[in-house]
């Protein structure tokens, strides 16, 4: 079997930078708490809960002052900052700088008397660390969320980081339609994000086969699945190597691997090899 790799696909620069800051805390302090799991990728996880970091769902788990507190790459709440220094921890804050941005952008419309509109998965940390920069910001995941917008106020728009351009544009146009008299936009997507998606969207009209590696809990990995699905049914998420079933590579003879943005070269390097195996 012949196996193509994306051009661009693995660890993004936000997910690399989270990682290392990681890294670096833990060699310095003892106590290092993760605000949620550092990365959607649960090799990752338990490498570093390995070298000491504790992941927590809620600073409530915490007790006072016994250590510090890293905010991963998704960011966290205004009110869980504020939570983590009333109860004497010390924070390192790894939030990736394209998720800072779409903060300060939904905060600064806010002041400028928008109501905030994200386009994203609500349950998704990201989303939920920008609703919580200011009063009254409203997620809309799909087109049915747009008509409970008011239809009185100005909306200011941003997206979440890792959702494809056709979704945001399909999104706007659909709130354009509806007919809001004034909107402002401002385009908060990823370009790393972008461009593993237009890599992994070419490569799989290639191939026989498609593989998407990441968690399940990875939005980016999701959005790179579901995107590839569309163009080739022949489309599979997998988590690594040993969730490989050869029954899906029978009969075919060239494979496209691509990995989400939380995915280690590890795991892509160990999955090839196998592939290359058969
Ligand atoms: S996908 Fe983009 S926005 Fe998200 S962590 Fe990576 S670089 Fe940052």
Same mark, same amino acid.
């Given at each position: ?14 997910? /690399? ?59 966290? /709440? ?34 400028? &008397? ?8 609500? #349950?998704?940390?990201?989303?939920? %660390? ?10 809309? $995941?799909?087109? $049915?969320?747009?008509? =409970?917008?008011?239809?009185? +106020? +100005? ?17 706007? %146009? ?39 590696? $990441? #968690? ?12 590839? +699905?569309?163009?080739?049914?022949? /489309?599979?998420?997998?988590? =690594? ?14 494979? &496209? !691997? ?13 999955? !090839? ?6």
């Amino acid at each position: 079997m012949k196996v193509i790799i994306a051009e661009r696909c693995g660890f993004c620069p936000g997910v /690399t930078n989270a990682i290392k800051i990681a890294e670096s805390t833990l060699e310095k302090n003892h106590t290092v708490f993760s605000l949620g799991e550092i990365i959607h990728n649960k090799d990752v996880v338990s490498r570093l809960a390995g070298k000491g970091l504790k992941t927590v769902k809620d600073i409530d788990e915490i007790s006072d002052n016994s250590g510090t507190v890293l905010i991963r790459s998704h960011g966290a /709440t205004n009110e869980q900052i504020k939570k983590i220094r009333q109860k004497g921890l010390e924070i390192v804050d790894a939030t990736c700088i394209l998720v800072k941005r779409l903060q300060k952008i939904a905060k600064s419309m806010y002041d400028d &008397g928008y109501t905030v509109v994200i386009i994203g998965d609500k #349950g998704h940390p990201e989303v939920q %660390a920008v609703v919580g920069q200011a009063d009254g910001i409203i997620v809309v $995941g799909n087109e $049915g969320d747009i008509l =409970n917008l008011p239809r009185d +106020k +100005k909306l200011g728009i941003v997206c979440q980081t890792t959702q494809s351009p056709e979704h945001f544009a399909r999104m706007l %146009a659909e709130i354009v339609k509806n007919g809001f008299t004034e909107l402002k936009v401002v385009d908060t997507l990823c370009n790393e994000a972008k461009k593993r998606q237009t890599c992994a969207v070419e490569l799989c009209r290639q191939v026989d086969v498609m593989f998407v590696l $990441g #968690g399940l809990h990875s939005a980016n990995t999701r959005k790179l699945a579901e995107l590839c +699905k569309k163009h080739n049914p022949n /489309t599979f998420h997998l988590q =690594n190597a040993d969730e490989l079933d050869i029954r899906i590579v029978f009969g075919k003879s060239l494979a &496209g !691997v691509t990995a989400g943005a939380s995915t280690p070269k590890w795991v892509i390097d160990e999955f !090839v090899e196998r592939l290359l195996k058969l």
